[in-house]
């Protein structure tokens, strides 16, 4: 069953703008996990946020948390044409981390113009 | 760095066929999961593997087995393929450490 919802579904930008993707859950989770996938390849982990944190950055990226709403948003700054890529967010369910089952989202098409 | 391989990029096969979809990870991942992913439906578990021998359906588990007979090999089957079986699969193995899935780089399978 799929728990997480993206938003915005498809989103398109120019090169050197912010991207801002949100997500939504239904159920109390351990951890938050954001992935991307390149057309036709598989997905790659990008950032992990635990349930007792509120933000995370690594590099560009910048990850925030909300549980009380139940939602998360990934930020791109300065975006690049290579950032181009399907995004998901990935929830681990509360007493479920030992097992590694991940919910998806639906995902947000990124369009970087160059 | 963690490796998932999968068997082949791309496959045609016909209906009726068997089909089998191999994984195999480099990292020692006691887990490994099976989804298919579709435009409109996201990644959806097919099944899922925690230990050699041992299995558990996922939510999509009809028209599906699979096998783990070795630690790092993962295999997806296809009994009797279906067009409706046309899909990309994605492999994925579990970082128990980093709480992450691995995935591999799909195998986009056409059903005929």
New interface residues.
């Given amino acids: 069953s799929q728990q997480g919802e993206e938003d915005p579904q498809a989103l398109s930008i120019q090169e050197g703008e912010n991207a801002t993707m949100n997500c939504s859950y239904k159920t109390s989770i351990n951890n938050l996990q954001w992935y991307r996938q390149n057309s036709g390849r598989g997905l790659v982990h990008l950032i992990l946020i635990r349930s007792n944190e509120r933000e995370k950055h690594s590099g560009r990226l910048r990850v925030t948390l909300d549980t009380s709403k139940k939602s998360s948003s990934l930020l791109i700054t300065a975006s690049r044409a290579a950032d181009t890529a399907s995004y998901f967010c990935a929830t681990v369910k509360h007493g479920s981390s030992n097992t590694g089952k991940l919910i998806f989202g639906q995902g947000t098409t990124l369009q970087v113009k160059p | 760095d963690v490796k998932?391989t999968q068997s082949s990029r791309y496959l045609v096969k016909r209906t009726g066929e068997k089909v089998f979809l191999e994984c195999v990870q480099d990292m020692d991942h006691e887990?490994m999961?099976w989804y298919r992913q579709d435009p409109?439906?996201?990644?959806?578990?097919i099944y899922?593997s925690?230990d050699v021998k041992m299995k558990e359906k996922g939510?999509i588990p009809e028209g599906y087995s699979v096998s783990r007979e070795k630690k790092e090999r993962f295999s997806l089957i296809l009994e009797s393929a279906s067009t409706n079986q046309t899909s990309?699969y994605?492999c994925?193995s579990?970082d128990?450490e980093?709480?992450?899935?691995?995935?591999?780089?799909?195998t986009?399978l056409t059903v005929l």
Avoid: K
């Fill in positions: 998932v887990n999961f409109g439906l996201g990644l959806r578990l899922f925690y939510d990309m994605l994925a579990y128990r980093r709480d992450t899935q691995y995935f591999g780089p799909g986009r």
